[in-house]
């Protein structure tokens, strides 16, 4: 199984673990879900992904995501306390349908000069402690059986 890290809060932007219901379908409608995962490099991968929340962040990370539609005019989001992200384990997972390039802005989450993994149908899922990778990386055959057993996770890719 595939799985990639992504520094909190940003990985909690995707996955909005928050809502659920008529409430997250109301946010993904409204673009509240953070659809583009910012990268200096491109990608080919599409599918099923694990998302991983590294385990560093810095309190000027945090802050920095501190409303981040503000500036295009966006909904507030409060995010939750700082000590309250879950970070160095597999939190959700999503589906990467395409990357965009630096000269594409097609979301508010698009930040200019950067490639952007277009993710949807992203999910949380209970915190499972495992050791991230830069790049995309291959979990353990143990943990990705632990977690097909726990979820309905199928084939990722």
Known sequence: MRAISIRQPWCWLILRPDLTGPARAAA?????LKDIENRSWSTRIRGRVLIHASRGMTRAEYEAAQDPLWPVGGPTIELPPFDQLQRGGIVGVAT?????????????????GQYGFHVVESKPLPFVACK??????????????????MHDLGAIA
């Open 132 to 149: 991230g990778a830069l790049n995309f990386f291959e979990i353990t055959p143990d943990l990705a059986a632990q977690l097909r057993q």
């Open 96 to 112: 990467i349908d395409g990357c965009v390039t630096p000269n594409d802005r097609t979301s508010p989450w698009h930040v200019e």
């Open 28 to 32: 993904i409608a409204a673009g509240v």
